[in-house]
């Protein structure tokens, strides 16, 4: 279906595109901007002096090694007068981060969160962004991102649903904070924000993130952009079994049940932590878990490549802590299953990237939302 741009969608676009390429470039001119772009010297003069009202960007002079005496202008993202909080609430914790618009962190936060209701836990993502922003009252601080488990609606700015709180359903986040801190605040899944964050400096085209905790959580980019859309990719219930046990979704053999923390421990009536000491024990049965968990997410992860063309697939969350007993047989589950498309790495990487992607995915929102 082909979707209908209007004039200040095509504005906006633009405008997310040249702040993006002068963050890129580092020190860019307007000339070499209408070159690598395309858009008119209208357009980039008219974008990039709303950039430089807002405190996006800012002119700096570049030495004359041209001979020629003349000293171009040159533009570069403004590193130092305007900050930006990523946030990502987790049921292990809220974690954030102020960073700058070239994306340097400034500082990190911790925060212990109370998921018992839904009115608890408002509280706590309160009082936690507060305290954040007043000891950064002598900054400016332009917009919130916030990373959320679970479904989310990053268009209406909602958090639909939230695993582990028992009542917190169709949640209006992103509104609430914006009434109460009065700053633009925007929302997404936190794989989304993780593959944004850990990609922010790679050269991905295709990728795809699976973050595997209580439950299995997927982020997908092609052609260097994040797809993202309420209710997208319920990865956890795929079958991989069809022989297998029915799951509470109506399927049988979820990949959820075999991947998954809940998946496994629901099955099996086994906690982790006894099933990884029994691994260590070289356990027959426990062992037997792990290989059956290298297996089917190497089925999963199969069938991705395949789907996605990956570059890369990427790894994360707590189950990641039992790699040193699945990874090896995965990758190689995978190795052998994708010798028809080009060679896809397997790669585990840290989830505190969620905070430094909610960052970035809130500047890119808030320089859409400029009015040029
Ligand atoms: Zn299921």
Redo the contacts with the bound molecule.
């Keep these: 279906m082909k979707k209908y741009i209007n004039q200040d969608d095509m504005r906006q676009v633009n405008s997310s595109d040249v702040f993006n390429l002068i963050r890129i470039q580092k020190s860019v001119t307007r000339k070499q901007i209408e070159g690598i772009s395309g858009l008119s010297w209208g357009g980039v003069s008219n974008i990039t002096s709303r950039l430089l009202d807002a405190g996006y960007i800012i002119e700096t002079k570049r030495l004359d090694n041209t001979g020629t005496g003349r000293i171009p202008t040159c533009l570069e993202v403004n590193g130092k007068d305007n900050y930006v909080v990523g946030i990502d609430v987790n049921m292990t914790g809220i974690n954030a981060v102020v960073s700058n618009l070239k994306n340097e962190v400034i500082k990190d936060f911790h925060y212990e969160a109370d998921f018992a209701n839904s009115s608890v836990l408002l509280d706590s993502i309160f009082n936690f962004t507060k305290e954040i922003l007043s000891e950064f009252s002598d900054n400016k601080l332009l917009c919130i991102g916030i990373a959320m488990q679970g479904i989310v609606d990053s268009k209406n700015k909602a958090s639909v649903f939230l695993p582990g709180c028992k009542d917190w359903v169709n949640v209006p986040l992103a509104e609430i904070m914006e009434n109460r801190f009065n700053l633009p605040v925007y929302i997404d899944h936190d794989p989304n924000c993780i593959l944004l964050g850990h990609g922010f400096d790679k050269e991905y085209e295709n990728a795809v993130l699976l973050r595997i905790d209580k439950g299995i959580g997927m982020a997908a980019m092609i052609n260097g952009e994040i797809l993202t859309d309420s209710g997208l990719f319920e990865i ?2 795929i079958t991989v079994n069809p022989k297998g046990e029915l ?3 109506g ?1 049988k053999g ?1 990949l ?1 049940s075999y991947v998954s923390e809940t998946g496994i421990t629901e099955r099996l009536g086994l906690s982790m932590g006894e099933i990884f000491n029994a691994a260590l024990k070289k356990d027959k049965k426990a062992l037997g878990i792990f290989d059956d968990l290298a297996n089917y997410l190497g089925m999963a992860i199969s069938n991705l490549v395949k789907i996605f063309n990956c570059d890369e697939i990427l790894l994360c969350g707590e189950m990641m802590e039992y790699k040193d007993f699945f990874l090896a047989k995965l990758n190689s589950c995978v190795k052998t299953a994708s010798s028809y498309n080009k060679p896809c790495k397997v790669s585990v990487i840290d989830v505190k990237d969620a905070t430094f992607g909610a960052a970035l995915m809130a500047i890119y929102n808030s320089v859409k939302s400029l009015n040029i």
């Design positions: 956890e219930h799951c509470k979704c399927s979820c959820s």
